[in-house]
């Protein structure tokens, strides 16, 4: 059974790798056995460090890798990272679509550039990303997209109704693709993560305290805690798996 979640020989391209989650995915894949190209959700400085730091920890592993700055949204920029990613790596097998644009403001206050801002990059990044992708997977009939969802795509949160929207959309557009490929061989499941240290959407010290004692393990997820189901979702082991959404939440979405 272990040899069922090895990813030897096969090319990722996880985009939102300048993320904590989307980083921990990265490795986690380069350590399961995997080539890995990392990207950006937007083309901020600090997001390009992070990505180079994230492709410096797969270098160390030994893995064929490449950091890419991209804007998600950006048609042109997606096309451009998948095909530098089969230029390099040699195929595209696994992308994880790890794209986050925290946002949150109450929405008389919200102008529709910011709304369309946050679901251009959270939304319109994974329609963009899966399609070409998926392109190239239906070449060899092999391939495995995983989307990054929040909790916040099945609850509710004041002030964050564009990122519930963009996460929402997302939960159901992996449905949607997945029965659309199902013949092709390419598998579509999401990950519906739960508050996670380093992401958004949290709230400053103030925030991560409530939340803290809102749920049952009174801590919030560690990202490490999120990558192992992207290991699973990308192997052998998922092999009849798809259109689901696998929850690591903490029992959030249990509680009253």
């Known amino acids: ?7 030897d020989g096969k090319a990722a391209l996880v985009i939102g790798a300048s993320n904590p989650i989307g980083r921990a995915v990265a490795v986690a894949l380069a350590e399961a056995g995997a080539d890995v190209g990392v990207a950006t959700t937007t083309t901020a400085n600090e997001e390009t460090v992070r990505a180079n730091s994230c492709a410096n920890e797969i270098w160390a592993l030994d893995r064929k890798h490449f ?7 950006d048609e042109a920029d997606v096309e451009a990272v998948v095909h530098r990613t089969v230029s390099e790596l040699g195929r595209i ?8 644009l925290p946002f949150a403001k109450p929405v008389l206050e919200t102008d529709y550039f ?25 070449k060899h009939k092999w391939g495995r997209i995983i989307n990054v969802a ?7 949160l004041v002030n964050g109704a564009a990122y519930c929207a963009a996460d929402a959309g997302v939960i159901n557009l992996t449905r949607a693709l997945a029965l659309e490929w199902a013949r092709d061989g390419i598998k579509v ?28 393990y009174k801590r919030l997820a560690k990202p490490e805690e999120i990558a192992g189901a ?10 009849y798996l798809t259109g689901q959404v696998v929850w690591i939440e903490g029992g959030a979405l249990s509680h009253v």
Do not use: C
């Not at 059974?1 to 990813?7: C, E, Q, T």
């Not at 950091?67 to 949204?73: D, L, P, Q, S």
């Open 1 to 7: 059974m272990a040899g069922d979640f090895s990813l």
């Open 230 to 239: 992207a290991v699973y979702l990308a192997s052998d082991a998922a092999d």
């Open 189 to 216: 499941n999401a990950i519906g993560a739960g508050w996670t240290e380093g992401m958004g959407m949290i709230g400053g010290d103030e925030g991560k305290q409530q939340l803290e004692r809102y749920l049952p």
């Open 114 to 138: 910011e709304w369309h801002a946050v679901l251009n990059a959270n939304l319109g990044g994974v329609f963009l990303a899966s399609k070409y992708a998926a392109r190239e997977m239906i």
């Open 67 to 73: 950091t890419h700055i991209i804007h998600a949204g």
């Open 93 to 100: 097998d696994i992308l994880v679509n790890a794209q986050d």
């Open 150 to 156: 929040s909790v916040l795509g099945e609850r509710g």
